[in-house]
T-cell receptor
């Protein structure tokens, strides 16, 4: 089925470990986003990629890096995980830059626990 | 800058009763407004959106919302609650023509349906 696929779905890391969260969409969308969801905080934007080859910081970028590998894939990397990065991470995609008046698609989320 | 305030982190209603979830926004330009629903351990699903057409917007599952510019509000309603409506609801805003920025989400309202 068409949509946004995130891997892994669950992950437990030790403090200081690194990992990459993967996101892929098969809808030929130009823009992709990474959000984190914390209880009582809603979703907050970490990084976004308006189009292939570009990335920009969102509201909470510290401790993260991203790569827009190609049009389909947008990965989020934690170089040295901290307990404060325990969260649920969502990837989203849009047809074009700022085209939120169309329908955005969200992945099912990655639940990350840092101990 | 855009922002969203959802009044009430938890709302409890009886099955069959009116559902009212409140959302107020702040935006320097006419906004796009959205309501998303999140069922336990799921991603986000779009309920409805306002994109400067009709001020009363109908969505899926019997929900609707009314855009009131004078009150900067976009409250979500459903005439008769069903047990299956129990979920987390997020209001979100994007300033039309706001470039590549993502959606700004409220902190969410957990809807509880009492039998």
């Amino acid at each position: 089925n068409a949509g946004v696929t995130q891997t892994p779905k669950f992950q437990v890391l030790k403090t200081g470990q690194s990992m990459t969260l993967q996101c892929a969409q098969d809808m030929n969308h130009n823009s992709m986003y990474w959000y984190r969801q914390d209880p009582g905080m809603g979703l907050r934007l970490i990084y976004y990629s308006a189009s292939e080859g570009t990335t920009d910081k969102g509201e909470v970028p510290n401790g993260y890096n991203v790569s827009r590998l190609n049009k389909r894939e947008f990965s989020l990397r934690l170089e040295s995980a901290a307990p404060s990065q325990t969260s649920v991470y969502f990837c989203a995609s849009l047809p074009g830059q700022g085209s939120w008046n169309t329908e955005a698609f969200f992945g099912q989320g990655t639940r990350l626990t840092v101990v | 800058a855009q922002s969203v305030t959802q009044l009430g982190s938890h709302v409890s209603v009886s099955e069959g009763a009116l559902v009212l979830l409140r959302c107020n926004y702040s935006s320097s330009v006419p906004p796009y407004l959205f309501w998303y629903v999140q069922y336990p351990n799921q991603g986000l699903q779009l309920l409805l959106k306002y994109t400067s057409a009709a001020t009363l917007v109908k969505g899926i599952n019997g929900f609707e919302a009314e855009f009131k510019k004078s009150e900067t509000s976009f409250h979500l309603t459903k005439p008769s609650a069903h047990m299956s409506d129990a979920a987390e609801y997020f209001c979100a805003v994007n300033e039309s023509g706001g470039g590549a920025d993502g959606l700004t989400f409220g902190k969410g309202t957990h809807l509880i349906i009492q039998p």
